[in-house]
């Protein structure tokens, strides 16, 4: 096994809640994941805000996932 010595801002290293200066790599990747998967989270909410998505009902988002179902299908 391997040790791998990353240095990181005290901001962050509160920011993501670590605990101690050892971490499993699995537990690094977790980390990671979750801090991208909320980074696009907010990046699609601001697009949708932009672009007026957010104001669509379920009924007009049902009706594009069929147009698109349907334009699939017919392919």
Do not use: W
């Not at 200066?21 to 991208?36: Q, T, W």
């Not at 669509?56 to 179902?69: K, P, Q």
């Amino acid at each position: 096994m391997k040790n791998l010595t990353v240095p990181i801002a005290d901001a962050d290293f509160e920011k993501f809640g670590f605990e101690s200066n050892v971490i499993s790599f699995d537990a690094l990747k977790e980390v990671i994941s979750i801090e991208y998967a909320k980074e696009a989270f907010i990046k699609c909410n601001q697009i949708a805000r932009a672009t007026a998505l957010d104001k669509l009902t379920l009924d007009e988002i049902e009706a594009e996932i069929n147009a698109v179902r349907h334009a699939q299908n017919s392919n």
